[in-house]
């Protein structure tokens, strides 16, 4: 909420929140009234515009920030666009097309039935795939690549980057919004889901490319943030996301074996259909666990 546009809170603001982690945040008295008083509180603060003049944002890091997402925008297009059996990878190495049979969601996965194009795939949809895969792809993609670019041109760059990540709230956000996407992806877990494809070498190929990206990003940001280790500034939800990959491993590995037995299975419609529901128990499970699923 702090990291919104200077002038744009005045006072009021709508919660959504995924049903996923309805129970999480307002299953008892306590937790419901941190999350709500923090949300309050935090509203108060951005709407401060109302009673006196707002510092207005940098010039400087608006245009900073634009020409990182310039940067990270071709990065991520010249991934999902332009890398050959990148589509293919997507619809073998994520359960994109069993996630558009449970009875989730007020949209079908796709805008047009049978159209595998990026286009056709709604966002909820798209990131959904994703996480299940613990390739959370979307939410860091080309950030390492575009930091990187930027400061080439001149290394005293990165401590103007410094600088914005600790004096402008949004900036600041973003960064640890990263660092958590990246923090829920498992390289190694994610190349299992690799080991669906049916061309095995494309499907390295692309694995490859999004395993150096994410090397990139992580090893940015942490020179970013002068931390050791991801999600140093929040030492409570790295602990709590430490803590999920008990249960998360477990569950991907179930996954994977319900997806071969599901896709390749030499069974009867009958046998294949028994593997249905438990794969979709996993879906649903997975994305528990991973809780911003999408």
Known sequence: ILAQPVDTVHGQIKFTEQGEVLSFKYGNTETAAYELGMGVSALIKASRGLVTDSAQEKPEYLSIMQQLAQLGEQQYRQLTEQTPGFLDYFYEACPISEIGLMNIGSRPSHRKVGDRSKSSVRAIGWVFAWAQSRH?????????????TWISEDPERRQILQKMYFEWPFFRAMVSNTQMSLSKADMDIAAEYADLCIDKQQAQQVLSVIRNEYQQTASQLLQLTGAETLMAENPQ?????????AYLDPLNHIQLLLLKRYRHGDYSD???AKWRDPLLRTISAISQGMRNTG
């Open 237 to 245: 939800l790295a602990l709590s996301l430490r803590r999920r990959q």
């Open 136 to 148: 959370t792809l979307p939410g860091w993609y080309g950030i390492g690549s575009a930091i990187a």
């Open 270 to 272: 009958a046998e294949t």
